[in-house]
């Protein structure tokens, strides 16, 4: 296992490990996902989850029949350790330890970690990562940052307008309340596609 350096996002994490892992794992991952799971793939496919935090989405899609890659910084939260799937330590942008491509890649509440610049090169590496035909679910988060985390405020429209510069088009959308009822968060389901009519320059490989 590559051991990477711990990113500005995570800060928080570790020191609230144990709270937040029974707090993911208090819902199900399709409590979570309900709007976009037929958008998932109906075949055994590769899948890439990103910031999977206690692997509760990496479990689930692998009982589905995926061969996953879970991609977690934060070692106190992986709650999941023989749930079916590879763990590797990495985070955005760069993931220098992925390799290969992925029909799904998964990214839940992580964007709003990454600043601007951030977001363009994780966007550029995902877009990467894709398989023809594969899909990206993102899940935004809006609203108030709690102390003690790095957050920024993320747009859908900025996201979709990002994908389209790598060759990913927008196919669905949809806004809801937050799980837990925090005041004033709420989260943006985000489909994005790989378009059949990008151009191979298009392509960004690690």
Do not use: K
């Amino acid at each position: 296992m590559t051991t990477v350096v711990r990113p500005a996002g995570a800060v928080g994490y570790r020191e609230a490990a144990q709270e937040l892992a029974e707090q993911y794992e208090a819902v199900s991952f399709e409590q979570v996902h309900g709007e976009v799971l037929h958008l998932l793939p109906g075949t055994p496919s590769r899948v890439l989850d990103v910031g999977a935090g206690t692997g509760r989405d990496a479990a689930a899609l692998a009982a589905r029949g995926h061969r996953v890659v879970a991609v977690e910084p934060t070692l106190e939260l992986r709650v999941h350790r023989n749930g079916g799937f590879r763990w590797l330590s990495d985070a955005l942008p760069e993931l220098p330890s992925v390799a290969g491509e992925f029909d799904l890649v998964l990214v839940t509440a992580v964007w709003m970690h990454l600043e601007l610049g951030e977001r363009e090169a994780a966007m550029r590496r995902l877009a990467g990562l894709l398989a023809s035909g594969g899909r990206m679910l993102l899940m935004l988060r809006h609203g108030p940052v709690p102390v003690g985390r790095r957050m920024f405020e993320v747009s859908a429209d900025e996201t979709v307008a990002l994908a389209r510069q790598f060759g990913l088009a927008e196919v669905f959308r949809s806004v809801r309340p937050d799980g837990y009822r925090r005041s004033g968060v709420t989260w943006t389901h985000l489909a994005l596609e790989v378009d059949p009519w990008r151009s191979p320059e298009l392509r960004f490989r690690g």
